[in-house]
């Protein structure tokens, strides 16, 4: 089940044209992809949990991870049986750029427990919380949902490791910048962390640590592993839950603050960041790193800026120009978008992207 692919890079030399790209940023994009090859690192690991019509949309974000990230990456892939073909014949005719590997998985859940986690919240999204059980000799791992897209490389988000301190275990990002909009500190009828809680969709795990702390928590005094935390805590709180595995996480995470460290806001994008105007700063400073499509955005017209990205990226052939057939024809599908609030702000949809495909266009100069 474990698929084994590489692809050497262009023998072709690639360079922006000048107004995009000028020497400065030529040069730090070759000195980063110099400090890649001389700090050799294990690969960078992406989980996703597939279920139903999610086929697509994951073969779209794993697209996404793909194109910019610099660092080998290996692709764990968890699906319903009947998806394992097709992913299986996608993945193999993917003409990678450098070394990709995907292992399939089967969704399990605990046998004694199984049917009350797959109905949980959504169909297998509970899986997630089983990841350092299952992976046993896996380190360190990024989880996302089916419907997240990169705008620059996992390498980034990757690093945030090894900004951990001693205490934190995981990173997410907060549920919502604006507490005026936000559910948990509104609507909650259980412990969430901070101040408008966290966002599971996007979560980067060391897992040794994980697998190794004993974790605070308002059922016994006795501290618990991840793996004894889990059923106690359904159990308790499954009648005040409204987004399944997520709010779990947030009360483990309300318990247990100093281990989680917060990143910021473009790193995990979504609708509810410029439905009711521009409520994420970062993003309007350096651009949307990871956007996150959720709420069926992507599938529908309530939200026509995240489905043009989402669209741009599903339509590129690996190999195209990156200018000509991604930035540019995104570029005119969200001017068109100028009529909804996200799409006032389209330029932080493509602010980091240009950056992503300037860097990217040195390494290969390189």
């Known amino acids: 089940r474990c698929k084994n692919l590489s ?3 262009w023998n072709s030399y690639w360079m922006l044209p000048s107004d995009v790209c000028g020497m400065n940023c030529f040069w730090e994009a070759a000195f980063r992809y110099d400090y890649m090859k001389t700090h050799p690192s294990e690969k960078m690991h992406l989980a996703v949990v597939a279920c139903g019509e ?52 089967p969704i399990t859940f605990p046998s004694e427990s199984a049917a009350e986690w797959k109905k949980l919240f959504k169909p297998c999204a509970s899986q ?30 990757w690093s ?14 907060p549920e919502h910048e604006e507490p005026r909009i936000g559910w948990y500190n509104r609507f909650a009828r259980h412990p969430y962390y901070g101040v408008t809680g966290i966002n599971s969709g996007v979560m980067l795990m060391n897992m040794t640590r994980i697998r ?43 318990h247990n603050p100093e281990s989680l460290y917060v990143f910021p806001c473009q790193w995990n994008y979504r609708p509810d960041h410029c439905i009711y105007g521009s409520n994420c700063k970062a993003a309007e400073e350096e651009g949307i790193f990871i956007l996150h499509g959720n709420r069926g955005v992507y599938h529908d017209d309530k939200q026509p800026t995240f489905r043009a ?15 000509h057939s991604l930035l ?26 240009t950056k992503s495909i300037r860097d990217l266009y040195a390494r290969r100069s390189k």
């Open 7 to 9: 692809v050497s890079f």
């Open 54 to 105: 999610r086929l697509e949309e994951t073969v779209t974000m794993l697209r996404s991870a793909i194109i910019f990230s610099i660092k080998p990456l290996h692709f764990h892939i968890f699906a319903e049986d009947q998806l394992h073909e097709s992913f299986k014949d996608i993945l193999d005719e993917f003409p990678y750029e450098g070394e990709v590997n995907y292992t399939l998985y």
């Open 128 to 157: 997630r919380l089983f990841l350092p059980l299952i992976l046993k000799n896996v380190d360190s791992l990024l989880y996302v949902d089916t419907d997240i897209l990169f705008l620059r490389p996992v390498d980034d988000i």
């Open 160 to 173: 945030f490791l090894g900004k951990f301190n001693s205490t934190q275990i995981a990173a997410m990002a």
């Open 212 to 254: 190794r702390k004993y974790f605070k928590n308002d059922m016994t005094p006795v501290r618990l592993q991840w793996g004894e935390i889990l059923m106690p805590l359904l159990k308790k709180y499954k009648l005040n839950i409204t987004w399944g595995d997520q709010d779990l996480l947030n009360i483990m995470f309300f």
């Open 309 to 323: 990205v989402y669209e741009a990226i599903k339509k590129y052939s690996f190999g195209d120009d990156l200018i």
């Open 328 to 353: 540019q024809p995104l570029e005119r599908e969200l001017q068109k978008t100028t009529h909804t609030y996200c799409g006032r702000v389209y330029k932080v949809f493509v602010k980091q992207l």
